[in-house]
T-cell receptor, first 114, second 116 residues
């Protein structure tokens, strides 16, 4: 298994500001994933981050709103930019090890935008 | 298109009852994985099981059991002798095989409440 640490675990932010969420893995992984879970909803994939290349965004998500960095094989950040109350969600980081299709998740970041 | 359906939005059972959570999936892939995750009120996502499409054996782990039936595209999850700690939202998920990674598609979830 993989141990994934996300920071912050929760935050309350003012609209119009940005928040950067960090995801640290205890071992090297190829793919890292960022998900959003809106209140009472299921998980939706925002983007896939592969080290050394641009993140791949899913339909409905754009880089200007959710820029992602992946500087090395154990770390990634997701920024939620120019926040509005609609961005209030749980954001989860996930990893998949090489050849092992089993998603490991961080504990999530509960974001509330006021 | 890949899709996961969990028809039961909410289920309530009395402690010690058995409960089955339904999951039906759609995929064109011949190779895929199915998952179950538990999300307790604290919010973290807990991995429960992964099953690949070529392994239709049912699995039992303590009070948990899973019934995979390819013929009906179902991957149901049964909790035997439910406990209050089983109260959570349960997600069924399906991997979609991409070129360099597998995209996991989640069902809408079933909220289980176990009443003491």
């Amino acid at each position: 298994s993989a141990v994934i640490s996300q920071k912050p675990s929760r935050d309350i932010c003012q609209r119009g500001t940005s928040l950067t969420i960090q995801c640290q893995v205890d071992s090297q992984v190829t793919m890292m994933f960022w998900y959003r879970q809106q209140p009472g909803q299921s998980l939706t994939l925002i983007a896939t981050a592969n080290q050394g290349s641009e993140a791949t965004y899913e339909s409905g998500f754009v880089i200007d709103k959710f820029p992602i960095s992946r500087p090395n094989l154990t770390f990634s950040t997701l920024t939620v930019s120019n926040m509005s109350p609609e961005d209030s969600s749980i954001y989860l980081c996930s990893v998949e090890r090489d050849f092992i299709t089993e998603a490991f998740f961080g504990q999530g970041t509960r974001l509330t935008v006021v | 298109a890949q899709k996961v359906t969990q028809a039961q939005t909410e289920i309530s059972v009395v402690e010690k009852e058995d409960v089955t959570l339904d999951c039906v999936y759609e995929t064109r892939d011949t190779t895929y994985y199915l998952f179950w995750y538990k999300q307790p009120p604290s919010g973290e996502l807990v991995f429960l099981i992964r099953r690949n499409s070529f392994d239709e054996q049912n699995e039992i782990s303590g009070r948990y059991s899973w019934n995979f039936q390819k013929s009906t595209s179902s991957f149901n999850f049964t909790i035997t002798a439910s406990q209050v700690v089983d109260s959570a939202v349960y997600f069924c998920a399906l991997s979609e095989v991409k070129t360099s990674y597998d995209k996991v598609i989640f069902g809408p979830g079933t909220s289980l409440s176990v009443i003491p």
